[in-house]
């Protein structure tokens, strides 16, 4: 009996087992899948269509080419020709593949410090109601923060960081080598192919290997023009690249430092600013082209230099914000802003001309909203509209973002302190910057050209930087 009692207890401990493990294996199987998913649904993009597109394209195309004007199987050479630039392709598209794929990594949602008292080094992320760990930013287009953020790239549809900034660079290289064989081959194929007559004529029919059909020489035309302008476009950025690789600095970074050294240049009082990450061009690069970078480090620690801490770069940050918030004026809304990147109906062609070069959002406003703004051009102004929470539970939200640019005609100065440095630098003729309007609830629903005209009277018309 005692024998039986225990066969049957692990035999129920056996299935309990096994169920737990089918469990937990299926919940493993099914994160792998959703991963794969989500890694899949990135090529879903017209960034990472395009992109691997033109590779394709430029491949295809020079293969084909090839094949007549240095047939592979003619010598040892022409085979290795073609061996290198079918490697050069195929390293381009498995470095491109692996960028999009791993991804910069994200900063967990929510994250803090270890230590709390931190936090007061740190700048809070509304969108991830977290706090940024030093060199991360957040991206609007992936809603995250990501670790040490250099760009958001829309050929491969997500950013490059930390995790991914090798990966990304070698495509570059790789792309732009295969690119320029494939380059020197389309264009000796074409050259071939027109003087095919040529040499038919001239006893030269050993150099007539190249016959051109209709369709032949469209993508021959094609296929050179794209791998000559891959080239000259992938050269420049990684150029870019390897500078900012070298002196261990992101594409924000370079412009925070700038700033930095603007604000002592303007003080003449405190100390000169020491980049906190450059520790050396050799040490640099290891902390990229290193396959250990990632296991090793967590992308929220970093080495820096002697003299510096962790939250040397965050606390100029934070300096800097606190400025910017100084600079910040307040405007109200007294007509309807669509939102469009170019409203030339509703704005005119004059607005649309000068519209801002860059790809932040534009805002929707309506007469009596209020704004936030902080930076400033001659027709265009960039700030963030106030939400009111109680018209917002009243009334369904309003779609599109809070925070971008705006025509400057469609708002008045509520208040604004004239800055004499600004002032002699923008103003034409060296004048002092004027005083906004007050603007009263009366103003607001009168009509809107009258307050333009006084606007352009004052002097609003100007270019604040």
Avoid at 85 to 110: C, D, E, H, R
Avoid at 425 to 432: I, N
Wanted: charged content about 20%; some cysteine; hydrophobic content about 35%.
């Amino acid at each position: 009996m005692v024998a039986v009692f225990v066969y049957l207890c692990a035999s129920k401990v056996s299935v309990v087992f096994i169920t737990v493990l089918t469990v937990h294996t299926v919940k493993f199987y099914l994160k792998i899948m959703c991963a794969a998913l989500s890694s899949f649904r990135r090529f879903l993009h017209w960034g990472p269509i395009t992109a691997l597109s033109i590779i394709k394209c430029i491949t295809l195309t020079t293969l084909y080419m090839n094949s007549m004007w240095w047939p592979p199987n003619e010598s040892f050479a022409a085979f290795a020709h073609q061996a290198l630039f079918l490697l050069l392709s195929t390293l381009a598209t498995y470095n491109y593949i692996m960028a999009t794929v791993t991804g910069p990594g994200l900063l967990p949602k929510q994250w803090q410090p270890k230590d709390p008292k931190d936090t007061e080094f740190l700048q809070f992320c509304k969108e991830c109601e977290g706090y940024k760990a030093p060199r991360s930013h957040h991206c609007r287009k992936c809603n995250r923060c990501v670790k040490k953020m250099d760009h958001h790239c829309p050929w491969i549809n997500h950013c490059v960081g930390w995790a991914n900034h090798a990966y990304f660079t070698y495509f570059l290289l790789f792309s732009i080598l295969g690119s320029i064989q494939g380059s020197v081959v389309l264009t000796c194929s074409f050259y071939r192919g027109i003087y095919r007559y040529y040499y038919l004529t001239h006893g030269l029919a050993h150099l007539a290997s190249v016959q051109f059909t209709v369709g032949s020489i469209i993508m021959c035309i094609l296929g050179m023009g794209l791998a000559i302008g891959v080239v000259i476009g992938l050269s420049m950025l990684l150029y870019i690249q390897l500078k900012t690789i070298v002196s261990n600095q992101t594409g924000i970074e370079i412009w925070i430092v700038e700033k930095a050294l603007y604000r002592r240049y303007r003080s003449q009082t405190e100390e000169p600013y020491v980049y906190p990450y450059d520790l050396g061009w050799r040490s640099n690069l290891r902390q990229v082209f290193n396959d250990e970078c990632q296991t090793r480090g967590d992308g929220i620690e970093w080495p820096v230099v002697e003299g510096c801490n962790q939250y040397s770069l965050t606390c100029e940050q934070l300096a800097q914000k606190e400025e910017k918030r100084a600079r910040t004026r307040t405007y109200k809304c007294i007509a309807n802003v669509s939102g469009r990147w170019l409203p030339i109906f509703s704005q005119g062609w004059r607005v649309c001309v000068s519209a801002p070069c860059t790809d932040e959002p534009r805002i929707r406003l309506q007469p009596g909203d209020i704004i936030r703004v902080t930076r400033f051009r001659r027709h265009w102004l960039f700030g963030e509209r106030e939400v009111n929470d109680t018209l917002q539970k009243r009334k369904s939200p309003r779609k599109g973002p809070i925070r971008g640019w705006f025509p400057r005609r469609c708002v008045v100065g509520l208040s604004e302190v004239p800055d004499s440095a600004d002032s002699s630098e923008d103003s034409p003729k060296g004048k002092a910057a004027p005083v906004a309007l007050a603007a009263t609830a009366g103003n607001s629903n009168g009509n809107g050209h009258s307050h333009l005209k006084q606007q352009q009277r004052n002097g609003h018309s100007k270019k604040y930087m």
